[in-house]
């Protein structure tokens, strides 16, 4: 029965039931009437790239647009890899969405550079926004929060995660009209400054729907205490300040408000800790699902580890690897039902203690059947190690070791580390993220191209010995959408290969490695479907600017390259070269 | 390849001259290319520029810092920012002392350790007991208010608040009052 002999309507109808970006962008494949049907219903729109696209064509594509999800910097942002005013501004997005019909509701930006102006923006624009994320974004001052909080009538979703704000002290929560009674979320656990604590109780207390809490810093214990009695039925918390004399009246108060909190699934913060106050959590831990310890400063290993031997239901775990190797062992005891794991460094410069080794990620891989998704900051790792963990997890999507060291071979027998990736790459089918480190040669690159069928996202640092290495990744990851090398021997004969292969890419970043100016120009030239950009900020580039600007030999420092519909960005500053 | 690091001073050449990387002598192996801070010629050129450089490839054996390595190990910028160093024991538990106030129905307990200093505890104790203790000066104590900040010292004496040194003041406070003003005459003022 042919789908086309039904009315739109219904077709739209069935529609309604793909809600995943990828079948919705399959669906509008399928011929013109499809993709007419699905342009008008289509509600949710996911851009990886901002620059990838327009606005306007946003817009004129998606008049139905309600939620959309912008990406701006390349992910080696996060790492100081790439320029503050590099480019990634939301504004022209926000103004262009304002201009038109478009009645937005929800906006979540990651890496992106937002100012004040476009909060502001944002907040008069939209009479129906309802939910603001930002994640690692920057450029914006606790002015923009206010002018959110006070503008945004039916405001239910307010998550700033790890953004760095200028605070401009206080006064944004009091900007909240008493009218406002939608909050679900608030996520505030990133801004440094005071705030009025009155306020903030007053908030909660008229806020009936508020299942997500996040404090910060400066929220003390009894504030914690107050609110928790006034929003007993929240799901998931991020406490601020934690700490208090356990002999108080107040933590008295605050044992007893905890218990009845039992709806709470998801904990995070302790921002500021004072161990002997953790047993008061304890009566909660045995629902958590998500467990992020990663920014409690003062948490040593037993304090840790007794904590989470209540979490039996954990899914996700986050923590410092002062948790040490023990700590892990009894994470793996505890933590049947355990799904995801990210180990951080306590302190990433100290070489010495060696908190975490491969003896505890070995652990969790023997006692967590259902760990799919790993991040894992260690000193060291070992071939047997990882050929173990292998056998014993085959379930990974995203796997990510990194050793402090980025060069380090196997301490135990002095060998690269590619056997010890290659058996991952091999039992792990599924895997679509990985990010690799130690000592490395072209062979690990060989086992991942032969192997990790399904990667979408790989992640290399200091690895390989020649271009065979990145040749054999671009010949055989058939899924790879994006790519980023630092620091590794690739050069212009891998990169110039297969240009074909980043339109189906949706990036690639390669920086100090072994690529000239003259194969960018001439990939920018082959393939106008791409955007080639040059950053070249190094001093000392200015005396020689003269001699070798125009030298197609020269080695660039930092290449990324995008798939775009809309040719070259006009916003890219000085020292971006768009090819 | 490896030959750029000995003219290149940029901390992130790390794969040369790393002790224990066995694999030194295959990366020599790559010919010279041109950076843009390194005026010597590509290898079709001049075959001295490669005897040059492993030359100078053996002088660079230090390992280099790893805290000078941008951007490694690979860690978001606001958690870098946001760690603090390992807290020693005497750190992590707190100095509370008891804190009254006259007329006050029931006392409280702070952490002295909190505070960086006599601003921020006064700050604090006034609004925690809603009352304002007047400009501190070393000759007159606190001028223009009714309340004064007092503390009982290790000796078991009744001292003003302000007078000693930080450090020595958390080290020795055992617990705070609020006296009224009149109570307070005589302490401290010389």
Not at chain 1, 63 to 79: C, R, V
Not at chain 2, 134 to 151: A, I, Q
Request: one cysteine or more.
């Amino acid at each position: 029965m042919n789908m086309n002999y039904f009315p739109d309507e219904v077709v739209e109808h069935v529609f309604d039931f793909i809600t995943s970006h990828k079948d919705r962008n399959s669906v509008s494949l399928v011929c013109k009437s499809w993709y007419k049907i699905e342009r008008y219903s289509r509600q949710r729109v996911f851009i990886g790239n901002c620059y990838s696209i327009t606005p306007q064509r946003l817009i004129a594509r998606f008049p139905g647009l309600k939620s959309l999800t912008l990406k701006g910097k390349p992910h080696f942002a996060d790492f100081n890899l790439v320029p503050h005013d590099w480019g990634g501004f939301v504004y022209p997005w926000i103004k262009a969405l304002a201009k038109s019909r478009i009645g937005l509701e929800e906006l979540r930006l990651k890496r992106m550079v937002v100012s004040d102006d476009s909060l502001e923006l944002l907040s008069k624009s939209f009479p129906n926004f309802k939910s603001l994320v930002l994640v690692s974004c920057e450029g914006f001052t606790t002015d923009g929060v206010a002018a959110i909080a006070a503008n945004c009538r039916f405001l239910r979703e307010l998550d700033l995660q790890e953004n760095e704000v200028e605070d401009h002290r206080g006064h944004w929560l009091s900007c909240f009209p008493e009218s406002c009674t939608s909050l679900v979320s608030l996520n505030f656990a990133c801004l440094k400054g005071e705030i009025n604590l009155a306020s903030l109780e007053r908030l909660v207390a008229r806020s009936p729907n508020l299942k997500s809490l996040r404090l910060n810093r400066v929220v003390p214990l009894d504030t914690l205490q107050k609110l928790l009695m006034r929003a007993p039925q929240l799901v998931d918390l991020g406490i601020g300040s934690y700490v208090d004399d356990p002999s108080s009246e107040v933590f008295s108060k605050l044992k007893a408000v905890i218990q009845l909190c039992n709806s709470i699934r998801s904990l995070s913060g302790f921002l500021e800790v004072a161990p002997c106050c953790m047993s008061a959590i304890y009566p909660i831990c045995e629902n958590l699902t998500f467990l992020n310890l990663s920014y409690a400063p003062g948490l040593q290993g037993n304090d840790l580890t007794k904590l989470v031997q209540h979490c039996r239901k954990l899914q996700r775990l986050w923590i410092l690897d002062c948790i040490g190797d023990k700590g892990l062992g009894v994470v793996a005891s505890t933590c049947k039902e355990l799904q995801e794991l990210r180990v951080f460094p306590s302190d990433p410069f100290d070489a010495e203690n060696a908190a975490v080794t491969e003896e505890g990620l070995v652990l969790i891989s023997a006692g967590c059947p259902k760990l799919n998704s790993l991040l894992y900051f260690c000193h060291q790792m070992t071939n047997a190690a990882l050929i173990t963990v292998a056998k014993n997890c085959t379930n990974f999507i995203r796997f990510r070791l990194c050793i402090l060291d980025p060069v380090k071979a196997d301490p135990v027998t002095n060998q690269p580390l590619d056997e010890g990736f290659g058996a991952i790459v091999r039992s792990n089918k599924s895997l679509k993220r990985l990010s690799l480190s130690g000592l490395l040669t072209d062979q690990v690159f060989l086992y991942i191209g032969m192997y990790a069928k399904k990667l979408e996202m790989l992640s290399i640092a200091f690895a390989g010995d020649s271009n065979k290495g990145m040749l054999y990744v671009l010949n055989g990851c058939k899924k790879l959408r994006k790519l980023e090398i630092r620091d590794c021997p690739f050069g212009d004969v891998a990169l110039l290969q297969d240009m074909g292969k980043y339109e189906t890419m949706r990036s690639l970043w390669m920086s100090s490695c072994e690529v000239t100016l003259g194969a960018c120009k001439t990939l920018a030239k082959k393939m106008p479907s791409l955007n080639v950009e040059i950053i070249n900020e190094s001093e000392k580039l200015e005396s020689e600017q003269l001699e070798f600007s125009f030298d197609d030999r020269l080695l660039v420092d930092k290449m990324y390259l995008y798939r775009t519909l809309v040719g070259d960005r006009k916003d890219a500053p000085e020292y971006v070269w768009l090819l | 390849m490896a030959f750029e690091k000995d003219l290149n001073l940029d901390a992130t050449e790390l794969r040369l001259g790393l002790p224990g990387s066995s694999d030194e002598s295959a990366k020599n192996q790559t010919p010279a290319t041109l950076r843009s801070n390194n005026k010597r010629a590509l290898p079709e050129e001049s075959m001295s520029s490669n005897a040059t450089a492993s030359k100078n490839c053996d002088q660079e054996t230090a390992p280099l810092p790893k805290a000078q390595v941008v951007g490694w190990p690979p860690i978001r910028s606001y958690r870098k920012n946001n760690l603090q160093p390992k807290k020693s024991e005497g750190e992590i538990s707190g100095i509370y002392v008891k804190v009254s106030m006259d007329g006050a129905p029931y006392l409280r307990k702070i952490d002295l350790k909190v505070f960086k200093g006599y601003p921020e505890l006064l700050k604090a104790l006034e609004e925690m007991f809603k009352f304002k203790a007047g400009e501190y000066s070393e000759r007159e104590g606190y001028n223009g208010s009714e309340f004064v900040p007092t503390y009982e010292d290790k000796d078991g004496d009744w001292m003003l608040v302000g007078d000693v040194p930080w450090e020595m003041f958390t080290n020795s406070c055992k617990k705070l009052k609020i006296m009224k003003g009149s109570e307070a005459r005589g302490l401290g003022c010389v």
